[in-house]
Structures are given as structure tokens and as C-alpha cells.
């Protein structure tokens, strides 16, 4: 029978070989449920391999330098829009697919990939901070504590490792807009950076593992994170900031230089079925884009502060690319910060 269904499966998204062989996923570390690996293994006979990076732009490097033998990639929303530019992932027709019909219609056409072409959604999410509420009592809903913090909790800090969420959280605290190539503009947000570096303790990704440890009584985090760390902290809070905040989706997409394209293939349509859609979102802890995945995810998901943003929230805002004139005022100042 589970040869039937791989069959049956490849037949639908275009191939002819047998479901057998490897499947090499590149994706965002402690991202990937191992129990939905193994269910895929067993479906179709196929061994997967995982490697993980640390951001978007790690990824795109490795992946430029061709020849990574990585089938499947999770890359952001924005990152996505550039790879496709870069001739970088295979137009496999995700919209093709048998499973396709599960995909939230909000998700399809989307600026990354209109239609979805290339790609699917993976998990969605925002990008704010947690911070302790039994450390510090006061209101979390403000950068400030970023970037001017009361003593409590200076030196208590982690930021994430990342240019994007960095800068942009400073321009939001300034009131300027993001992709700002206004030079002035850009001084004032490093000098409110190098003088907010003084109170933070690490920059770093792992963010869990910093809140839970008590390494840190705040970090810049991903919303999911923080519900991950707040079951294992509870006094932990997730900040919903009135200055604004990014909302983004990482997305499955396969290499155009996938060695094992069948497979990738195959992969991607397993991911649009609303229980291993669920199974994701059970282990990493965010929304998903895939219709029906509400019945099988843990009932916690369903409530939690970190998922169900309050009404007085400001919307997210989701982070498209900017100009490369800009990104290269941005290096500058990254560069610096980081000196």
C-alpha cells in the first residue's frame, strides 16, 4: 500500500521514479518537528537529512556558492522574492498539486510569489521581544525597553544577531520608516544603537535556550520562541510594541539544482496536508497557512498570547526588500554595531 501512495503521489506532482532514495532539507535551526520527518521517511521509504542555519542570508550564501547537494529550503518571505530574481529555486507548481486546495487562500498570492509558483507556506509569525514580567513589572509594550532600558533590566538583554530586526527596530522607535536611505536619518539609528549596545548583554539567535537558562530576562525573539520559552518560564511575557513590529512567513521551496527533485517534490505537497502542517506548528509554535490544521494542533495553540494577538495590537508589518543602495547604508551601520 505505501508503495501504491508514493506512486500514486509522484504521479500528481509530475514525476516517474520510485519514492525511494534522500530528501536534504536546509532549514532555520530547531525549526523541524522530528516526528513529521520520520512520518514522511516511512511514508514514502525516502531518508532525510537536516542541516540548519541561522538566517536568511547564511542560507543565500551557501546556496550562491552552488552545488550544496541540499534538496529544500525554508526561506523568509523576502528572501524568497530574491531567489526567485537569483533563478535560485525550482518553479515546481506547488499550485498543481493535489494538496494545494489546503492552502489558505490569503497566503497564495502574495508579493514573494504571487500564485505560488515556488513555493508554499511553512510557519508565519512576528518578530517583537519577551521579556520576564517578574523582573521588571512595567509596561512591555514599547521598544523603549530595547533601546533606553530601566536599570532592572540593563545588562539583562539579548538581541537577535540579525541586521534587519535590529535596524528596523530602531527605526521604528525613532518614527522613521524602513528601507530609509536617508543618511542623517541612518547616523541617528547608530548612535541609538551603539548607545543601547552598552545594556545588552549577547546578540545572538538562540533565543529559547537565553530566556530559559535565565542568561536573560529579555531577548528581541520570534513569537513562537517565546511561547516555547515562556512554557518552560512562565513569568515570561511577549511584547506587542506600539511603535510596530515585523509580521513575516518562511516558506518551502526546493533548489533548481536539487539532486533529488522527485523527492523535494513530493515533500512539498506532504507539507500542505493540514495534519503535517500541524505537526510543525505543534513542535516550533506558530501559525502555518494550511486550512484544517485547527483540528489537529494542540489545543494551547489555539489561546496562546503569543499566537492570538490582542485587538489593541498594532497590524504587523511585513518587511519587504529594499533598494540595494539601502542595504548597503544598512551594512555600513551593521558593520559598525558590530565592531
Known amino acids: ?10 504521479a500528481l506532482v509530475g514525476g516517474a521514479a520510485l519514492a525511494e532514495g534522500e530528501l536534504n532539507i536546509y532549514n532555520w535551526g530547531n525549526y523541524t ?18 542541516d540548519s542555519y541561522d538566517s536568511n542570508e547564511t542560507m543565500l550564501a551557501k546556496v550562491q556558492a552552488g552545488n550544496t547537494g541540499y534538496d ?12 526567485i530574481g537569483e533563478g ?16 489558505d487562500p490569503k497566503w497564495v498570492d502574495v508579493w514573494w510569489d504571487e500564485g505560488r509558483n515556488y513555493s508554499i507556506p511553512y510557519q508565519w509569525g512576528t518578530t517583537a521581544f519577551t521579556v520576564d514580567t517578574a523582573v521588571y513589572d512595567g509596561d512591555i509594550n514599547t521598544l523603549a525597553l530595547l533601546f533606553d532600558p530601566p536599570e532592572v533590566l540593563q545588562g539583562r538583554i539579548n538581541m537577535l544577531n540579525d541586521m534587519n530586526d535590529v535596524i528596523n527596530a530602531g527605526l521604528r522607535y525613532l518614527g522613521y520608516g524602513r528601507c530609509n536611505g536617508n543618511e542623517e536619518e541612518m547616523r541617528e539609528v547608530l548612535e541609538l544603537l551603539l548607545a543601547a549596545k552598552e545594556h545588552w548583554r549577547t546578540m545572538d539567535y538562540s533565543t529559547i535556550e537565553k530566556l530559559t537558562s535565565g542568561d536573560v530576562d529579555l531577548s528581541q525573539n520570534w513569537n513562537g520562541a517565546a511561547m516555547r520559552a515562556r512554557m518552560q518560564r512562565p513569568t515570561l511575557q511577549y511584547a506587542y510594541p ?14 533548481a539544482d536539487a539532486p533529488n527533485m522527485e523527492n523535494a517534490k513530493l515533500f512539498i505537497n506532504f507539507m500542505m496536508d493540514p495534519e503535517n502542517a500541524a505537526m510543525t506548528s505543534n513542535f516550533a509554535r506558530y501559525a502555518n497557512g494550511i486550512l484544517g490544521s485547527e483540528e489537529f494542533m494542540d489545543e494551547e495553540m489555539l489561546t496562546a498570547p503569543e499566537i492570538v494577538m490582542p485587538d489593541d495590537a498594532p497590524a504587523p508589518d511585513f518587511v519587504q526588500p529594499c533598494p540595494q543602495e539601502v542595504v548597503d547604508l544598512y551594512n555600513k551601520v551593521w558593520t559598525r554595531l558590530k565592531q
Open 33 to 50: 518537528n522530528p516526528e513529521m520527518i520520520e512520518k514522511f521517511e516511512e511514508e514514502y521509504d525516502v531518508t532525510v537529512n537536516l
Open 72 to 83: 529544500v529550503v525554508m526561506p523568509g518571505d523576502y528572501m524568497v522574492k530574491v531567489m
Open 242 to 255: 506600539k511603535e510596530g513590529f515585523t509580521g513575516w512567513m518562511d516558506n518551502v521551496a526546493v533548489l
Open 88 to 103: 535560485l529555486l525550482a518553479e515546481v507548481k506547488p499550485n498543481e498539486m493535489e494538496n494545494f486546495e489546503n492552502v
Open 1 to 10: 500500500m505505501k508503495a501504491l501512495t508514493a506512486a500514486t503521489a509522484l
